[in-house]
Structure formats: structure tokens, C-alpha cells
């Protein structure tokens, strides 16, 4: 149960079977930093190759091909005081006869990252907007673990493996769910948001670097299909592909899986249920392979018994 | 502003130029009823066709193409004490190569409706649910106005004018908002759900029969390219197309207009806000063209001078 | 086995359940003509709506639902020496990050059709292309039956019954089978083009009005699912639907339901002869919906039995 | 102009910055081997890993990121006299709602092939399709040039870098070029089919083992997005993506890039030309990313002047 402080010096543009900077055992928790997206770290200087460097990875001991790695985050916070975002919206979101439409000029907006009092604001381009501000809800835009076969995967994209979700559900107080399929499970992250809107439309959040603590175990055993996720009021799965039609395929069947394994359902039941409860979230609509989030609300699964209880 | 009180006689499998059944004026209002997905009435009578039997139309005077029929929804209550969901989720919302493993029996499930309670409780199959319930939540699923060129559409898909886009968010209180196509503008409704998840993922929602409230007005030269709605916390609009990710263009699209044509806002700002604040429902996943909603939080508007005020 | 010369005077934006121009028998030939997409005659005279304004329907006596029409095109030919088409490629057929590129003049391109060489020509707008020529391939863009339960669909896209298709395949000498939804059939048919690209990228072919020949006949009793079509290669199916993916599933679902009603195959052998064997064509990738068309080689047939021979 | 024989110790199943197995030069020639998708070698024995096991990489001196390698395909014959296939459709390529109607028993085929008559005869399970033959058209399934970043890609799927496209046009006698993302370009090569379908329905085509023979030059400083080819009828292009319609717009672009490159036009008259004669092929409709290629007939090319010619 050891608290790890790790300070990161090099940063990965691809999630795969790189060496650890650290090894971990299930409980530990370790306190690290993140830089943002173009690899600027808490000073503004650039550490890190583009898009999404890497912190880690991380060794988790005893994490063997066919576990489940759960990693709950602590804790998220903005380490600097500005942030930025594109500004257009991506050409792939609206209609291909509107692209023309869109503004020409496509200026990177500064936003003010006030920790203080929990708000962004936009300090430039001028526009109508003024002083906009929005609430603070830092995320983790791009983590997951080594995928199989030896293959690195850019942190542009995504897959079972985690990646580039752009979820703003991934949040702190979150359980995250990683299906293990390399030793050590190499856990790695990066690409936080102090705020991002559904989909990550302009093709960012507001990207900015971040302070994290988390904490890691391992289920022996348990075979995940897609990166699982639980907060306090949802379980829910996270499916990544192109197009939304089969992130939403991917999520969905992996729903239906976990509440096969781990609650006393039968197929039937487990349909009938997710048929009247479902919620969706489109996560990202704009990375090369797009997550839609299936979520399944807890407060219908109180009555219903875990498998395996007495 | 005069209160009719309607009562069906005949339904039509399409929404189209049909002979209107009832003439009424901007500001009126219409007590009426809905029958069921597959033609059933209160009393479970079969008195229509399938699918998605439509009530209407009725002729709104002074419509005229190029305007906006706004829809105000005032009142919807399922008229009987009993639904139906099919149970088995559609095979194009899980992974083709796990269509095999979907539960064969499929049984179309009854829910006993409890208004005094607003819940809903499922009666059979009987499966390890026991007697699951879901809290009320009336919605129609298919409703729209005439579309041009004399086309009649089937009420299984929808477009541009509506038609089968059950959405769970189109409730008592919100406010719908159609282009207007025809004279007239020759608005249907029906499919009343007493409760969905998103997606529509079983094929249906809980299906019932409605008493239904509606008050109408038009907006004269204003035009919208998709449904519009408003409720309390959201400006909302609705694209209807396959795949999903085409849904989600006509949906951005349109709202990204709506912010331009009624608030004080150039391209840039629009793009921004809306890249920052827009949050996405998954309306329906499983009729021919399927329904992805773009939501606006009305919050981010309000600092915003709305165009062409003094 | 008449031949009936039939002169339209009104053309239809729908095709849908409207008032027969003419009834015909099994067996029966019509000579007629069609405007082309803009509604314009063999004399360049605005005859008629846009887009895809339709000749007929014709009835067809005895075909009932659930009949198979079969329509043989005997002949078609421009009828006048000029033709036009867009010059810019549809938005949706390049990256949306490249459509910004695309010409932002798009002139409309007018064809010289020279019959008696059997080519066409490029009169303007003056690019480097010059004078440039492509060889004459009159098919029929759109053309189908009514469909169901009273719809009346837009002649800019298609369906189970047909409709705007788009396929260059569709040429003389083919035989094409369409599902029959209503009495009599009611074949529709327009939108011919001298020649065009596959895809009809450009959102057009050479647009022109044509003379035509077609013969029908019905086969009582036996159900398609699509339309199909034959000529002295390939039997041939065309599934309608975006995205493409959705367009292929019904293509190639239709072809394996036509191998084991006709043939004498089982599934898995209809599977591994499909799965060898099979061609594609991107028919259109413009309206609303797409269209792929899976073939079959005949000669791949050959050998075995017709269902049914002793 | 050397030529190597180079004998295969080891390959890999993902495509990337891999060890070089031999440096070649500009107008070298390689005479090679390949194993079968499964890992099979022309004795049937298991030498490699799954799925799609790569020869090489070979490193071509000069080549760097912006240029251009050029691979011509000398020859490719099976080099055994077995290959198989799967023999069930794809899940993904029929109708959600057909998929349960899919043959359940799914055999793997056998078939002989006869390289003196060149054709492959089924052997085994026994259908009624009898002892059925198909000609012979060796093609390679799965081949490339490293990616950028270090990454390293699952041969399992495509990008832009090449890989899994499994064209069947890609046969002996073919030019390819791949973008060069690292020093040397890196290729890899394998995955042979003694024949195959459009699309690769069955997710196999016929599957063996092949000699090879090709010849690299290296084009410096000149840029392509996708995987390009020509052969004696056509120039053509390869977009890897999912949905189709996103592979095709890749397949699309990139042959307008390479059209303004090399030929003296300008963008309207390449989108006039592009749209009256493209062909589309639908090269694989089964892997995670699926590949739509572009076809432009070189007749329609030799009017034009080359770019840069006096």
C-alpha cells in the first residue's frame, strides 16, 4: 500500500510494451504529473513529442495477460493556470455541405485556469462570448495499458486497450477497468483537460497539464473485453471504433457482459433491463476512433443480487 | 386560443398531405389521444395500422412553407393501466459477431402501468427482474408535420420534419419547433412511450396509449432545417439520418445555425461555446434513420443578448 | 404482347401509389420517354419537377404484393444532343478536412451527345481537360414501383422498391426484378443519364432526357427483397441505405436469399461460392441513401442446378 | 541492381520498426518467401505467429520520411499445393437481422491448388458445389512500410503506411507506392491469397504460403497520403478506414492529390475528369479497417501532359 512519488522526464507518443519507469503493486498508489496534449509541461515548456506524450508506464506487479487492472483516480488537478483550445469546430461534425461554412481563421484560445475558484476563462481570441467562463472538471483525455502482440498504438487513437477516449466522464473518484494483456499491464497516461465539452468537438478540451494520484489492484481472473468504468451513480463500458454505430456496438456488448458476469441476470433479463435503463454518452467524436460510453444507472441493479453471493 | 377537444377515428401508417381532420389557429390548444405502436387504443382494441399509428393532421392556419410551427407539448398521460417492450436488444446495437449469443425466445414483455404511483411494473416474462419497475416518463415517439412534394413517410423512419425519432426528451413542458413544408403544415402524432432508455435499443420504448395536451403557434418567415426543442435547462436540436455519425452532423449543424439566426453571436464564438458546452443524446439507435440530438445548456446563453434585441 | 407508345404529359417528384398512365400485361412493351433530372425535355423545355421528375406508373395487370415484376430494358437512347453535369465533387466523397479544397466555382458543365459515334463531349466550362469524351452508357438513374402502405418517396433517394439508384449497370439489355408492394406495381421510371462515373460522385451523371423501351413481366408468387438484376455476366442485387456499410449488408443478405431460392445450394455452400466468387460496384455514394451492388458471375452457375429441374 | 535471395527466420505479426532483415538499394531486387496468414510455411509446419505473419523488414537505402518507395510486384506464385479458407459470410457483411440465419457449423475449407492449370479446386467440406474450381490470381493480403512514431500495427488492420488491405488487385505485375515514414522505409510483407473475392466476405481469401519476387526504387521528396498502385489499365489509390464511405473519401483525396501532382490539371478539370470515370473497388469489408480503392483508367490519362514535361 505504498505511495509512489514519480516524476516523469521522458513521454511516450504511443501506448505500447516501452520499458517501465516504475514498478507497483496492487494498492500502491503513486503521485505524478501529466503533460498536456502538445507536450508542454507546468512551466509551458515543451518536454514531450505531440500529440498526447505518455506518462509511464507503470509496472503493475502480479498483472498478467487476462486480468483486470482496476485503477481509481484519486485525484486530478490543473498544475498551471492557463490551458487552450482549438476553436473550430472538427469539419467531420457537421454536415459535409456546411464545411465551407466554418471559420476560416482558426486561432488557438488562451483560457485562464482559476484553481481557486474551480473556473476557466477565456482570455483570447476577442469575441462575443466576452470573459466566458466554464466550471472545472478535469479528466484524463488519453491512458490505458500495453496492448498485445508486441504492438504500440499512436496516442491520437484508441482501442481495448484505453487511448486517446476523450471521455470527460474519466474524472477523479472514477474506477477505471483495463482488460491486462501484457505482463505488468504497462499502464500509462496523459492528455488532460481542465474541461472539455460531449464529443470533444473543436478536436480538444482545454488542454492543459495536470497533478494525479492513483491507485491500482488487480482482479486475477477476470477477462474484460473494453475499458470498464464506475462512479457513484453508473457502472458503464467505453467502446472505441469508427463510426459511432460501432462504438455504440462495442459498448453495448460489453455491458450486457459485464452485468452477465457479475450479477445474478440471466440473457433475458439482462436485455429487458438495459433496454429500459440505458444511457449513452458520446465521448469523442473526433479522434481516429471514436468512444461512445454505455451506462448502466447502479440504482436499478440494488435489488438484483451479485453472482456468487450466498 | 381555443381549447379543442379531439377524438381519433382514423390513423395513417405515414406522415404526409393527408386530408386534415381539425382546422385550428396559432395560440389554440388540442385535447386529443394517441393509440399505440401497433394500433391499439385504451382498451386495447386494435383500431389502427402498424406501425406508429398517427392521430391527425391537423391544419395549422397561416403555416406556410418557410415558417415555424412551434409545438408546445402541455400534457401526455398514458390512458391505460398496461405497456409493452419487446426483450430482446436489436441486433444492430451489439457486435455482429455476438448477434448469436442475443437470447432466442423472444416474448414480448407487459408492463402494469400505475399512474397514481408513476411507476411502471413488469408483469412477464418472468425473469430474474422479478417485478422491476421504472419510474413514468411519457414521451411520443413519432410525430412530425407534412413533408414537401407531396411525399407520404412511413412513420417507421423520420427527416427533416420529424417523424419516428423517439426520443425520451420529447415530454410534457418541452417546446418542439418543425419547419413548416406545406400549408397548413399538417402536423401527426403518436407512439406514445410511458418510459425508454436511450437508444430505443429493444425496438420499442414501453408502449402504450396517451391522452395528450398540445398548444400550437407560428413563427412567420423563420426557418429551421431540423426539429428544434426547448425545455427548462436546454435548447435542443434533432438530426435524423444512418448512420449515427450523419445523425450527429445534421444535429450540430442545425444548432450552430439556431445559435447564429437568434443570438448575438459570429461563427467563431459559436464554434467555441458550443465546442466547450454542448452535451449529446443518443435518441434512437434502431429505426431506419436514427436520431442523435445536440443540446445547448440554456445557462451558457444567458449572459448572451439575443439578436435583435434593443 | 402488345407494345403500347405512350407520350407522357405529367411527371411525378415521387414515386408512390398514384393514378396509372397506362395499364399493360405480362408480356406487354412500352415506347415512351423520360425528362431529365431538372425536369427538362428532349427540346430543353421545363416539362417537369425537380429532381428526377418520373414517367408513368404504369400498371401492371396481375401483379399483387408479394409478386416479383420483372422489367426487361429493351432500349434507351438520348433523344436530344446535349447533356449536362455538376463539376465539383460531392462534399461527402473527400476527407472533411479537404473539402475546403475543393473548386469553389462549380459551373454547370454542358455535353455535346454525339449519337451517331456513340460518345459525348465536353463543351464547357474550358479546362485542361479540352474537348474531352467519354463513350456513350445510357442507363436509367431512378426508376422502381410503388412502395407500401401508401408511402410516397422522394425521387432523390431509394429503397426496397427501388428509386433514385443511380447505378450504371441499370443499361439496356438488362432484366431487372423489382418486389411488388401494390396492386398493378406501378412502375416509375426517369433521371437518364448518357454516361457516368461509378459513385455518380459528382452528384450527377450526364443528365439528358432519353427514349425508351422496356418490357414486363410478372412472376407470380415469388418474393425479392431488393431489387435485383441480370444481364449476360451477372445476376446482380442492389441494397439502398447509408452508410455504404448498411448498403452492402443488403446487397449481399438479398444475393444469398436469390442463391438458395433459385439454386441448388445450401447455405454453406452459398456462403463459400459468395465469399470466392463475389464482385462489388459503388452504384452511388450521393443520395440519401447509397447503393451497392453485389454480382454474381453466371458462369460460376453453371454447373449447378436450378432449383426445381428434374 | 542487385538480387537478393533472402530465406526467412523469423516474422512478425505487426508491422513497424523492426530490426531489418536486409538492407537493399534503389532497382534492387528481392527474391523472397512468404507463409500463410496462420503462420504456415510451404510444408504445412507452423513457423510463425498469428495473424499474418510479415517477412522482412527490409530496409531500402536512401529512402526518408517525404519520399516516396516504389515496390514493383515481379511475381508471386503459390509455393504449395494447399491453401483454406474460411466458409462462412462475415457477420458484418450481412443483415443484422440475417446474421442468426448465417450457417452455424463452420468448417475450414481445403482446396488444392493446381499451379501447371492454374486453378484451385475445393476439397473438403463436401457442399454441393462439388469439386468447384476458381482461377488462380496470387495476390498479397497484408504488406507495408513501417509507420511513423514508432508504432507498431497489429497486422490485423491498415493505414496509411499499408498493411492488412487485402486487395485483390495487389498481384504480380502491379506497382505500389508507400509513403516513407522512417529512415529506410522498412518493408514487410505476407498474408498471400492464391485467389479471393471482392471484400473478403469470408474474412479469408484462399490462404498459402508464396514465392516472391519484387524490385524497390525510392521517388525522393515526393509526398503521397495513402498507398498508391498502377498497372497496365489503371492508376489507383487505397483508403484504409472504417465505414466504407470513410475509406472511400481517403481512396478519393488521395487520387485528386496524386492527379494535381502529376498531371497538368487543375481541380476542376481533375473533379470533372475523376467524376465521369472513376471505378471504385471494395478491396476488404472485414478487417478493422476496411479498404475502398480508387480507380482512375489510365486511357482517359493520355491526352494529358505530365506536370514538368516541355
Not at 501529466?34 to 518536454?47: C, K, M, S
Not at 484553481?115 to 462570448?129: F, H, K
Request: with cysteine.
Amino acid at each position: 500500500m505504498a505511495i509512489h512519488r514519480f516524476h516523469p522526464t521522458h513521454y511516450y507518443p504511443t501506448i505500447g510494451s516501452h520499458e517501465p519507469v516504475l514498478r507497483i503493486a496492487g494498492g500502491d498508489s503513486v503521485i505524478t504529473t501529466t503533460i498536456d496534449a502538445w507536450g508542454q509541461d507546468l512551466h509551458g515548456n515543451q518536454v514531450g513529442p505531440r500529440p498526447n506524450p505518455q506518462t509511464g508506464p507503470f509496472y503493475v506487479e502480479d498483472a498478467e495477460p487476462g486480468d483486470t487492472l482496476v485503477m481509481h483516480i484519486d485525484h486530478l488537478t490543473p498544475n498551471r493556470d492557463n490551458g487552450f483550445c482549438k476553436t473550430v469546430l472538427a469539419p467531420n461534425v457537421v454536415d459535409p455541405e456546411s464545411v465551407a461554412d466554418l471559420p476560416g481563421e482558426a486561432p488557438v484560445a488562451d483560457w485562464h485556469i482559476d484553481r481557486a475558484n474551480g473556473i476557466a476563462t477565456l482570455r483570447s481570441p476577442e469575441t462575443r462570448l466576452g470573459a466566458f467562463t466554464v466550471p472545472l472538471a478535469p479528466m484524463l483525455g488519453c491512458f490505458g495499458v500495453a496492448p498485445e502482440d508486441g504492438q504500440a498504438i499512436s496516442t491520437a487513437t484508441s482501442g481495448e486497450f484505453g487511448g486517446n477516449m476523450d471521455y470527460r466522464g474519466f474524472v477523479a473518484g472514477v474506477t477505471v477497468y483495463f482488460p491486462v494483456f501484457v505482463p505488468g499491464a504497462l499502464l500509462h497516461l496523459g492528455d488532460g483537460h481542465a474541461a472539455q465539452g460531449d464529443g470533444e468537438i473543436l478536436g480538444t478540451g482545454i488542454e492543459t497539464s495536470l497533478d494525479v494520484q492513483f491507485t491500482v489492484h488487480v482482479l486475477k481472473g477476470k477477462q474484460a473485453g473494453w475499458p470498464r468504468g464506475e462512479n457513484a451513480e453508473y457502472l458503464f463500458t467505453a467502446g472505441n471504433a469508427r463510426p459511432l454505430d460501432q462504438a455504440l456496438q462495442h459498448a453495448t456488448t460489453e455491458m450486457v457482459r459485464w452485468l452477465l458476469q457479475d450479477y445474478a441476470l440471466d440473457a433475458l433479463s439482462a436485455n429487458i433491463l438495459l433496454g429500459q435503463c440505458v444511457e449513452y454518452d458520446i465521448a469523442n467524436v473526433f479522434d481516429p476512433a471514436y468512444t461512445v460510453v454505455c451506462k448502466m444507472p447502479k440504482r436499478h441493479l440494488t435489488g438484483l443480487t451479485p453472482r456468487g453471493s450466498a
